[in-house]
């Protein structure tokens, strides 16, 4: 069964720093995604991730993976407050008899960015 | 595009009361979910249509029943509503071009008393 991790679960930072996001998995998996979750809101797709080595970056976010640690990272640049939200990544199993459609989802990380 | 839409987007239920939870993409998407969230737990997968005339259990889907109604909608119900079924409601589609990125609707926040 697929376990995804993600640390830390709660995350204040000061605007204009540095932080990474972790997101560990269990179990072998060639695709990995992040999502973006404002208070009261849905989930807005952010990166999606499908091969060893595959690294995106949008404005000040940047996500990458790395499939043999089973490791994902969402590095955050010169925070600005409109980053603050819930990030969660999710994780698909490979192939096995129709199941890769589903994601296992981490318990998020809530992002606070302050002046 | 509306994309993902989901009605209501607010219930109370008392307890024992049944209500359906509707679901439609316009995206021809083949693949379709439906999720609850809760406090601290992330996303649990409830039910899932891996493609029309196909559902099957998720995660957490005892008290749950769902329909593929044909491939643009999918329908959660709740039979017999319990406290334990609070939580808001989320459904998805996917389809493999992509990556099977999923795409999510607003929400459906359900409160039984």
């Known amino acids: 069964e697929l376990k995804v991790e993600q640390n830390p679960l709660f995350l204040s930072m000061q605007e204009g720093k540095n932080y990474t996001i972790y997101c560990n998995y269990s179990?072998?998996?060639?695709?990995l995604y992040w999502y973006r979750q404002d208070p009261g809101k849905s989930l807005e797709s952010l990166f999606v991730?499908?091969?060893?080595?595959a690294v995106k970056q949008e404005g000040r976010l940047m996500a990458s993976l790395d499939t043999k640690a089973r490791l994902s990272t969402l590095h955050i640049t010169a925070a600005v407050h409109d980053l603050s939200a819930t990030y969660f990544c999710?994780?698909?199993?490979?192939?096995?008899?129709?199941?890769?459609?589903?994601?296992?989802f981490g318990k998020g990380t809530l992002l606070t960015v302050n002046p | 595009n509306a994309g993902v839409t989901q009605t209501p987007k607010f219930q109370v239920l008392k307890t024992g009361q049944s209500m359906t939870l509707q679901c439609a993409q316009d995206?021809?998407?083949?693949?379709m979910y439906w999720y609850r969230q809760d406090p601290g737990m992330g996303l649990r997968l409830i039910y899932y249509?891996?493609?029309?005339?196909?559902?099957d259990k998720g995660e957490v889907p005892n008290g749950y029943n769902v329909s593929r109604l044909n491939k643009r909608e999918f329908s959660l119900r709740l039979e017999s509503a319990a406290p334990s079924q609070t939580s808001v409601y989320f459904c998805?589609?996917?389809?493999?071009?992509?990556?099977?990125?999923?795409?999510f609707g607003p929400g459906t926040r359900l409160t039984v008393t």
């Open positions: 991730l499908l091969s060893n080595g």
């Open positions: 179990t072998t998996s060639d695709r």
């Open positions: 998805a589609s996917s389809e493999w071009t992509g990556g099977y990125e999923q795409y």
């Open positions: 995206m021809n998407h083949n693949s």
């Open positions: 999710a994780a698909a199993p490979l192939y096995s008899g129709g199941s890769n459609y589903k994601l296992t």
């Open positions: 249509s891996a493609s029309e005339g196909t559902t």
